[in-house]
């Protein structure tokens, strides 16, 4: 009776081999088996290049030894702001998606998804309302990882929501701007929106509760021709780019190269364009204050 394990050929099959710990128990195998590191447990120092221990900069609020103050998402801004990290998330209003149909060699609605995917938000905004400093307020963040922190319709009627839960809480509105202008998948109706948060603002100011706005990096297009700039008070992270035009695009149009600094908060500062620049770490503290006087003595917007 034939082998079954022998090749009907009958020639040997080369023994198998899986090296010397193939031959130690799975359990102790999985042991000593060499492990990867996440990629993201090291974040890169833009200025310097060097390597920086994510644990480290989520302690420092994402701002690296050199001082710059790096982008961070929507969630983290509401929970430095407010106090103990404490505060309740309000819902954005819903919108038509692609309302023109728009392709830029890629479909709109699958730019939207992609967003989506990378940043777990609907839009661009977030709002949230709890205590700064003991008081009450609404916050409203620009996330700029979602598509550039772009003001399309969602923006616009999130921020609507913002400014009329404000009036309807009677409290402050802090609007946290980060954008790289309109949103040009939604054309005309993009900037539409500049006009419509302008009337929201405008509601604030009917109701005498203040709106204080802080520039984060990069504040530009029509975010600044519009709310960005129609603040009671204006505050700034250090460094933060701010200006409607990029530089590039100045220096290309007037064929002038631009002072250092330009468009950069502490530029703006000097010129008047902004109040006070703040690093991230006093923001709390700051607001806190400027909301109390401005609550305390119900000052009519300027």
């Known amino acids: 009776m034939a082998d079954k394990n022998k090749p009907q050929d009958g020639k040997p099959q080369p ?4 090296g010397w710990l193939s031959r130690f128990a799975p359990g102790v195998r999985k042991i000593v088996t060499r492990r990867d590191t ?13 390597m920086l221990f994510r644990a480290d ?12 103050h790096m982008r961070i998402g929507a969630k983290d801004r509401l929970r ?21 149909k728009f392709s830029d060699g890629k479909p709109y609605r699958e730019r939207l998804a992609a967003a989506r995917k ?47 839960a404000a009036i309807e809480r009677d409290c402050p509105l802090v609007c946290f701007t980060a954008a790289g202008g309109a949103r040009m998948q939604e054309g005309a109706l993009s900037l539409m929106q500049m006009a419509r948060t302008t009337l929201a603002i405008q509601e604030l100011k009917d109701a005498v509760l203040p709106y204080v706005v802080v520039l984060t990096d990069p504040t530009t297009g029509g975010v600044t021709a519009s709310y960005a700039m129609l603040g009671d008070v204006h505050l700034a992270e250090p460094g933060a780019l701010i200006g409607f035009a990029g530089p590039r695009v100045i220096e290309t149009t007037i064929r002038e190269k631009l ?17 006070r620049v703040v690093p991230r770490g006093e923001l709390p503290k700051v607001l806190a204050d400027i909301l ?8 009519k917007a300027a």
């Open 15 to 18: 023994e198998k081999r899986g």
């Open 118 to 164: 990378g940043t777990g938000a609907r839009d661009a905004m977030a709002i949230g309302v709890g205590e700064i400093g003991g008081v009450p307020a609404v916050a409203l963040v620009q996330d700029f990882k979602f598509m550039g922190g772009s003001l399309g319709m969602a923006a616009g009627e999130a921020f609507i929501a913002a400014a009329r």
């Open 292 to 299: 109390s006087i401005l609550m305390g003595g119900r000052r």
């Open 80 to 100: 430095f702001t407010f106090d103990e990290g404490r505060y309740e998330q309000l819902p954005t209003p819903e919108v038509p998606e692609d309302p023109l």
């Open 57 to 68: 900069l989520e302690t420092s609020l994402w701002v690296t030894p050199s001082g710059r």
């Open 38 to 50: 996440p990629d993201n447990l090291w974040v890169k120092d833009p200025d310097s290049g060097e």
């Open 259 to 275: 002072p250092p600094g330009f468009q950069r908060a502490e530029y703006l500062q000097e010129k008047g364009m902004v109040d």
